[in-house]
């Protein structure tokens, strides 16, 4: 198995569930990022760990928990989620975190499609 | 603050050329990129091109980058159905953070 692999692809929860969701990379990658895509907004940077180490929290509400036990392995555990969280979130990974004469490429898993009732 | 705008929709025919295009406003960008989502799938790396670059070509597709108006194009040649997807604009800006557009979501009919 290559790439980045994303589960579950799916998953409905209501307000008051706990779940996570699951990112692996087998690219060798030391960086991983959560992105969240919304319909007809830009794609929002949720999250950033380089060398398990998270480097980047761009103001993401606590219901939102990130963890990165090792470099393959990106989790993002959801509790007492708003409707308005129902998103497309993507995981991604580029060799190292972004850096100056890095030409930041990412390499994106397929998602996962969440929707909160 | 940092921001990359373009329009949500294009349709084409197929044959034909299409032109996307993105607007940006941190001029300290120094890689600015095109990636494609397809149906049901991940963000994939079309194209990027070097900010001291001014166009950047690969087979069917042409990148246009206009620094003064921070204004980048994408073009394709000879569109296919195939080619039916969404395209994202980014930029690697200050703080090396790399700001994504909304994507504008291309139709290719017959």
């Known amino acids: 198995e290559t790439g980045v692999t994303q589960t579950p692809r799916h998953l409905v929860m209501g307000m008051t569930n706990k779940k996570s969701l699951k990112c692996e990379q087998h690219?060798?990658?030391?960086?991983m990022y959560w992105y969240k895509q919304s319909a007809k907004k830009p794609l929002e940077l949720m999250f950033v760990?380089?060398?398990?180490?998270?480097?980047e929290n761009n103001s993401v509400p606590s219901r939102f928990s990130p963890e990165c036990p090792n470099s393959s392995h990106l989790f993002l555990h959801l509790h007492t989620l708003q409707p308005e969280d129902s998103a497309l979130y993507l995981c991604?990974?580029?060799?190292?975190?972004?850096?100056?004469?890095?030409?930041?490429?990412?390499?994106f898993g397929e998602g996962s499609r969440l929707t909160v009732l | 603050g940092e921001d990359v705008e373009q329009s949500l929709f294009l349709s084409v025919r197929e044959g034909d050329s299409s032109v996307i295009n993105c607007t940006y406003t941190?001029?300290?960008?120094?890689?600015l990129y095109w990636y494609k989502q397809e149906p049901g799938a991940g963000l994939q790396l079309l194209t990027y091109?070097?900010?001291?670059?001014d166009m950047k070509q690969d087979q069917r597709l042409t990148v246009l980058l206009n620094k003064k108006d921070k204004h980048l194009s994408l073009r394709i040649a000879d569109t296919q159905t195939g080619d039916s997807a969404i395209y994202f604009c980014?930029?690697?800006?200050?703080?090396?953070?790399?700001?994504f557009g909304a994507g504008t979501r291309l139709a290719v009919h017959p």
């Open positions: 991604a990974s580029s060799p190292e975190a972004l850096a100056g004469g890095h030409t930041g490429e990412l390499f």
């Open positions: 690219l060798g990658h030391n960086a």
């Open positions: 760990y380089n060398f398990k180490e998270q480097t």
């Open positions: 941190d001029s300290s960008s120094t890689y």
């Open positions: 091109i070097f900010s001291n670059m």
């Open positions: 980014a930029e690697l800006g200050g703080y090396n953070k790399l700001i």
